[in-house]
């Protein structure tokens, strides 16, 4: 039964527990405590008629647009929770090797995996459960410490501790060949290795400190980076293949041109990005956007302080600089965060220590933990469709993970992700539109200056706004960013929603009968009523055992996810707010 409010609360208390019991009442007021932990004081004067006005008040169930939004952001996010879930697809053991690397061939089902104790690559049919025989190609001497995949080449690379480089042919996975292979010049231990985004350049890091840039057409190396004071262990290609970032055991970062042949100096360094040392690193496909003259890059690192962070690496005129961006601390203290990389939408960060994150790039929120190894992880990797997951660790194990309901390619609502698409599309001139329609019209030459378009207005954050676009009023950045979450979420103004909005009635059975709000994670309870998952578990936590509609006993405390409700409250609030 929902609350009423036939007066006019005169003052209100909270308590830190239920108040059920309280209620003192003389002519004029009442003063009633509830189990939602507030008193409230209320005014009796006047009179009511129960037949019209308590009749009227239950079919009221009605709500503006501007009511209806946070109730609407507020169930996508729980939905997006519920519906990240990640599910065992394959599991392979090898008994006494340990593996330390491992990537899945673009969207098939072939997963192949390094070994740091058995010298060799081991490889899988996740349809058939069956192993590939790869012994008779891999020609390492010492550990295999990495490998790397091109789908333009269709070439799979394994790096190994001898200074070695093997290349092999994979355009027919049933039948995988050794195409060819090279050496360090150095002779030194190699670390890591990755292949430019169109394979025609291969970057590897080793333990003599330098990273060598090779051209895979020639076998040669294009010209060594030697900047660095410790041992390489994580390389990245920037989108565009025009740069590459390093990272060492000393906890440097340093970003390096790839197509200035002559240029050995580094463009730009962050010490102390990690205090014990990088691990991994790995650029977004997408870009932060950026002003005339400049362009941003986000990059992903781990450590082993336990850290994970993301960086905006921003370029122009020949130079350049690491600014970070977030941290995320969720995998705890004392472990090594071993690998980091980014779904191929980029809205999507795997990272790995003790078990496998899922993070919400945009928000910085991990969406999911998964667990499964019983030993630390070595190597994490996405599919090219970013529906499956492939991790490997010490306990001899490789196993493949199925996204459910694309996890990786979906981090939003579709229906968002399309708005932002033709977001992108716009001009300049559209933008300078869009400002004016919110109000901010007086921004738009600041904005027509720096020519943001569509692309860059997608990426723009407080930062950026305050920095790169002088726009110094704190309430003013405040108030765009708000109006770009609307536009980027409805395709629609604050403005033009309220202009719309009209008093729109929703069906009573949308509302839990203890929060009185819409509901955002509805489960249904013994007695066959629904109620918000938060609340009815408070419920039982205070000891009741009993239905908060009827008081009669529970025959039990299980709770069923209502996901046919849930759905129906998302199709109803978004139907109304894009016909409102």
């Known amino acids: 039964m929902r609350i009423f409010k036939r007066w006019s609360p005169l003052s209100k208390w909270y308590g830190s527990q239920s108040l059920s019991n309280l209620t ?18 209320w005014d009796l004067t006047g009179s009511i008629n129960p037949n019209e006005d308590i009749m009227a008040s239950l079919n009221d169930f009605s709500l503006t647009t501007q009511d209806l939004w946070p109730q609407y952001e507020k169930l996508c996010k729980s939905r997006m929770q519920q519906e990240k879930s990640v599910n065992l697809k394959a599991s392979f053991e090898v008994p006494k090797v340990d593996f330390n690397s491992c990537l899945i061939i673009g969207s098939s089902n072939i997963v192949i995996a390094a070994s740091s104790s058995s010298k060799s ?4 049919n996740t349809d058939s459960q069956t192993p590939i025989d790869l012994s008779s190609i891999c020609s390492h001497k010492d550990s295999i410490t990495g490998i790397a995949y091109s789908p333009q080449l269709q070439t799979l690379a394994s790096i190994s501790g001898d200074g070695s480089i093997n290349l092999y042919d994979v355009t027919d996975i049933s039948r995988i060949e050794r195409s060819g292979g090279f050496y360090h010049p150095s002779g030194a231990a190699l670390r890591v290795c990755r292949f430019s985004p ?16 090779w051209n895979i057409k020639t076998n040669s190396i294009m010209k060594q980076f030697t900047e660095h004071t410790a041992i390489i262990f994580a390389a990245a290609f920037s989108p565009s293949g025009q740069f590459v970032v390093t990272g060492c055991s000393n906890g440097w970062l340093k970003l390096w041109d790839c197509q200035d042949e002559e240029n050995t100096e580094s463009v730009c360094t962050q010490k102390a990005s990690h205090e014990l040392g990088v691990t991994s690193c790995d650029f977004s496909p997408n870009g932060l956007g950026g002003t005339k003259g400049q362009h941003r890059l986000l990059l992903a690192s781990g450590g082993n302080d336990s850290l994970v962070k993301l960086w905006q690496v921003t370029l122009g005129h020949g130079t350049g600089s690491f600014s970070l961006w977030q941290t995320f601390a969720d995998h705890g ?17 795997a990272s790995c220590a003790e078990n496998i994150r899922l ?3 945009s928000t910085g929120t991990c969406l999911q933990v998964i667990e499964g190894h019983s030993r630390y992880l070595t190597g994490i990797g996405f599919s090219s469709d970013g529906t499956q997951l492939v991790s490997c660790s010490g306990d001899h194990s490789v196993k493949m993970w199925d996204l459910k309901n694309d996890l990786a390619c979906q981090t939003g609502a579709s229906e968002n992700l399309a708005i932002e698409n033709i977001i992108t599309q716009w001009t300049s001139e559209n933008v300078i539109n869009w400002l004016a329609e919110i109000g901010l019209g007086d921004l738009g030459h600041i904005f027509e200056s720096k020519e943001i378009t569509g692309s860059q207005l997608i990426h723009l954050n407080d930062m950026l706004l305050a920095t790169d676009l002088g726009i110094d009023e704190e309430n003013t950045r405040k108030q765009l960013l708000t109006e770009l979450q609307w536009l980027k979420s409805l395709g629609m103004s604050s403005k033009k929603c309220a202009s719309r909005s009209n008093t729109i009635a929703v069906p009573q059975e949308f509302f839990c009968p203890i929060t009185h709000d819409i509901f955002a994670e509805p489960v249904t309870c013994a007695d066959g009523n629904s109620y918000e998952l938060a609340a009815i578990k408070a419920w039982f936590l205070m000891g009741r055992t009993t239905s908060p509609l009827t008081n009669v006993e529970l025959s ?3 709770l069923t996810p209502n996901f046919e409700l849930q759905n129906r409250i998302s199709e109803f609030l978004a139907q109304r707010l894009n016909s409102a």
């Open 121 to 124: 690559l081991f490889a899988w």
């Open 556 to 558: 039990s405390m299980n």
């Open 359 to 361: 993070w919400d790039v």
């Open 24 to 41: 003192i009442n003389n002519k004029n007021h009442s003063l009633i405590g509830s189990n939602d932990k507030t008193v409230i004081l």
């Open 198 to 213: 169109d394979g025609a350049l291969m970057l590897v890091g080793s333990e003599d400190e330098h990273a060598s840039l």
């Open 333 to 349: 203290t004392h472990v090594n965060v071993s690998c980091v990389t980014f779904c191929p939408s980029g809205k999507l960060l």
